[in-house]
């Protein structure tokens, strides 16, 4: 099935109002998506930090044990941070894809059109560039995770 048919087949179960209502909805949960990004990446960074003070405080004057719990708790929340940032950008992605679906007959193709006016560069380094923070967040995620792996191999 072409692309264009599914979204004829789509379109037809947003007919009249239904669809703008169905736009609306569809921008006000991408938002709650997002905001719901956030606000777990803080929920999972202040257990990720209180497991590093914990595990450096530890240090030489706790048994074995107590230093291995933290690790493997530091890598268990980075590693369910590395997830939950996975999950929370494919419905984020789904969220996208019905506002592209439903905008152009009713605002135009506003949030699938990036207007560019110049080209950004990586080495302009006082200059803006398009990355992603949600990337980098999965990015940081991983490597934190991959630390707390380090650590935990270390302890052992």
Known sequence: MSDQMQRTDYLKEFS???????????LDIRKFEIDLYWKRAAYFWTFIAAAFAAYFTLQGRAEFASIYVVTCLGF??????????????????????????????????????????????FHHIAEPFSFSPSRINNILALSVATVWLFLMVRTL
């Open 16 to 26: 009249g109002d239904r669809q703008k209502e169905a736009l609306k909805q569809a």
């Open 76 to 121: 268990l929340f980075s590693l369910a941070w590395y997830f939950v940032n996975r999950g929370s950008g494919a419905w984020q992605r789904n969220w996208e894809t019905h506002v592209d679906l439903l905008e152009d007959e009713i605002m135009g193709p506003l949030y699938k059109t990036t207007l560019n006016r110049r080209t950004y560069k």
